[in-house]
């Protein structure tokens, strides 16, 4: 399983920023999907997730009602859309994606995920 992760960048508060993870490599059909974010010195942390299989959404409740996880089956590409950026959203954003569902009982623990991306560097100016 290959991910590529993309769409980070520089914005200002209050602004929006959409990533994108393309998947390949496997049928996805069984798999749960998720972004984390990272900052120096800090824990790897779950920001949102996706069951890959009927869209089942869940999310970290610092961005319930900013942001909204996404996938495409057609495309296997899944998406982060990022609305009212604060500055404490600033990190290194992965994508990541796991074959057991012991990642949603685990609350998405990154050890429970099992491929990972490369990171996106997303920095929100204040």
């Known amino acids: 399983v290959q991910l590529q992760a993309s769409g980070g960048g520089l914005v200002q508060a209050g602004g929006s920023l959409r990533l994108s993870c393309a998947a390949s490599g496997r049928t996805f059909s069984s798999y749960i999907m998720g972004w984390f974010r990272q900052v120096p010195g800090k824990e790897r942390e779950f920001v949102a997730g996706i069951r890959w299989s009927g869209g089942t959404t869940y999310y970290t409740d610092s961005v319930k009602g900013r942001f909204t996880i996404s996938r495409d089956t057609a495309k296997n590409t899944m998406y982060l859309q990022m609305n009212s950026l604060e500055s404490e959203d600033t990190a290194v954003y992965y994508c990541?994606?796991?074959?057991?569902?012991?990642?949603?009982?685990?609350?998405?623990?990154?050890?429970?995920?099992?491929?990972w991306g490369q990171g996106t560097q997303v920095t929100v100016s204040s």
């Open positions: 990541a994606a796991s074959s057991s569902l012991s990642a949603i009982l685990s609350g998405y623990s990154p050890r429970r995920m099992d491929y």
